[in-house]
């Protein structure tokens, strides 16, 4: 593994930063309807907000209803992003992805049972829905690897056969559940079960963005057993990481990190695939640089599929999960074709 000095990681940083804050300002202001803003408007309606006091229309529009909605979005990417980056580190293949794994299905599941029994009235509050969803993906987490394990080995082509048979399952499940559900309530859930990342109150955001941000954290100071790890786990062991205990710690942290945004956003497929894989090949395999690299190019990522989302069909609404899956469904078809041509030493 080659030495990462800090300017490096300091450029790369503060550079995708930098950029993820400008494309939030910008999707921000973008939308079908077009108020009239400017900075001087902008600063007194927040002062409006944190006073409580009422605010323009263009203030509703841009503080209560955009904003929320882009952070929303940047704290869904980051999530999806990092759990991708840490599954790929554990399995040594850049083809595992929350989605594939049926990971992101658990977690749907979980949030689902969690709406219809209305858990946030049953004294959960806004911490509910999450709950189940992680419990959902850490549950499938588990499922998926010991349907897959094989004499203490984890073949790549078992995991993602193991995750499409739970994600075809789990959407059984999820379907029958709907079917003894109310139609009203059937249509909201299964919009939301596309992906979809509305506009959502600043307290839930917040609540989500804890989720994540202990995560991130449990997976960033995992970083350097994760490159020891691509070693193999017995020469990783060898060189003092704690191989499962670390396994352990990524797998609960990423289940986390994705059960808490499925309860929110639905079933967001391929930014767990696409986003690391492109950060890896931009930037190496180095995951002291990678994790935050990927965590800051999956939120700026999904805000930009959010932002077409709303806009390429105005007024109407398409799911952001249909952007992700026009961009992730040829890349991972181009992946497997790259990774097969390198197996058979085509050129």
């Not at 944190?50 to 323009?56: A, I, P, R, V, Y």
């Not at 029958?176 to 109310?182: G, I, P």
């Not at 695939?273 to 931009?282: G, N």
């Amino acid at each position: 593994m080659s030495r990462l000095g800090p300017g490096r990681w300091s450029l790369v940083v503060g550079g995708l930063s930098a950029a993820l804050a400008l494309g939030a300002l910008i999707a921000a202001l973008i939308g079908p309807t077009a108020p009239m803003l400017s900075p001087a408007s902008l600063l007194q309606d927040f002062q409006r907000l944190t006073s409580g006091e009422t605010l323009s229309p263009a203030g509703v529009i841009f503080w209560q209803v955009r904003l929320p909605r882009v952070f929303l979005a940047g704290i869904v990417g980051a999530a999806l992003s990092v759990a991708g980056a840490g599954f790929q580190a554990l399995l040594r293949n850049p083809l595992a992805d929350p989605f594939l794994l049926g990971v992101s299905g658990g977690g749907a599941l979980g949030a689902i049972i969690a709406m219809l029994l209305d858990v946030s009235a049953a004294g959960f509050g806004i911490w509910g829905v999450p709950l189940f969803a992680f419990a959902g993906a850490l549950g499938t987490v588990l499922l998926v690897f010991s349907l897959a394990r094989t004499e203490g080995r984890l073949p790549i082509h078992s995991l993602l056969l193991a995750g499409v048979v739970a994600n075809a399952f789990f959407s059984a499940v999820i379907m029958f559940v709907l079917s003894l559900s109310s139609p009203e309530r059937v249509q909201g859930v299964v919009f939301w079960m596309m992906g979809s990342v509305g506009s959502e109150r600043w307290s839930l955001v917040a609540g989500i963005g804890v989720y994540v941000a202990l995560a991130g954290a449990v997976l960033f100071g995992r970083a350097r057993d994760f490159n020891l790890l691509s070693l193999g786990e017995e020469p990783a062991g060898h060189l003092g990481v704690e191989v499962e205990r670390t396994k352990l710690w990524a797998f609960v942290a990423a289940s986390l990190a994705v059960g808490a945004v499925v309860s929110v956003s639905g079933i967001v497929g391929f930014v767990g695939l696409v986003v690391p894989h492109l950060v890896r090949l931009s930037l190496g395999p180095d995951h002291r640089l990678l994790l935050p690299a990927a965590f800051l190019s999956g939120a700026l990522f999904l805000i930009l599929c959010d932002t077409l989302a709303r806009t390429l069909v105005a007024p109407a609404e398409m799911p952001v999960g249909v952007v992700t899956a026009l961009f992730g469904g040829p890349f991972f078809i181009w992946l497997l074709r790259r990774r097969r041509a390198v197996a058979f030493g085509e050129t």
